[in-house]
């Protein structure tokens, strides 16, 4: 098992995990930063909602970056397929995890929210929770003991913004009577759902990279 997994993760290929673990770090951040944004939108001026969303933006462009940095290297090192395959695609889905919730937090802007609800709070909540195991899990990706335990939490949270999605798709169709409210909340709602997928999308590939290192 140790010669397995020295020859899957050679010492000179560490420095993908450790851009990987910054750009995990900077959507962990992006994370926190819409979290707060969500859960005290109310208190805040119009140009306060605006700076947190360009905050957002900001974090959204450095992901981005790092993102295409790890791509291009991979490109140009000698690295064993598998491997190449597991790191581009932690990026990839990093990277769309920042864009979901860059879109979430500009959309609330654009749509004139007058003000959040418990809902779109708990979401806000699920998402900076994934981002947080995700960190976690990338941290782990050279040393696997431990890492199925993050794995299943990862898995907890997504199940649970499954149940929150629907429970919360039934109370807006069954208390909103102005369309336009209905229609801005229900896009929101599956916007950030799909934000937890990916999060759990991150983990399935992690899951077939321990399966192929068996």
Do not use: W
Not at 165 to 185: P, V
Not at 190 to 214: F, G, P, S
């Amino acid at each position: 098992m140790n010669q397995l997994r020295q020859l899957f993760f050679p010492c000179d290929d560490r420095k993908f995990f450790r851009m990987l673990r910054e750009l995990s770090s900077t959507v962990s951040r992006g994370a926190a930063v819409f979290k707060d944004y969500v859960d005290t939108y109310e208190m805040l001026s119009d140009q306060e909602r605006g700076q947190r969303a360009a905050d957002i933006k900001e974090l959204e462009h450095r992901c981005d970056e790092l993102s295409h940095i790890i791509i291009m290297r991979l490109q140009r090192e000698d690295v064993n397929l598998v491997h190449m395959e597991t790191i581009q695609a932690c990026a990839s889905l990093l990277e769309s995890i920042m864009d979901g919730i860059s879109s979430a937090s500009k959309r609330i802007i654009l749509f004139h929210l007058a003000k959040t609800n418990i809902d779109l709070q708990q979401f806000a909540l699920l998402v900076n929770n994934a981002c947080k195991e995700v960190v976690s899990l990338i941290e782990q990706l050279h040393r696997t003991e431990n890492i199925r335990k993050t794995i299943i939490r990862i898995h907890g949270i997504e199940k649970e913004a499954d149940y929150v999605h629907a429970l919360a798709l039934s109370q807006l169709f069954a208390t909103k009577t102005d369309a336009r409210e209905l229609i801005i909340f229900k896009d929101l709602y599956d916007l950030l759902e799909n934000v937890v997928d990916q999060t759990a999308n991150i983990a399935r590939v992690v899951e077939n990279m321990l399966a192929k290192d068996r």
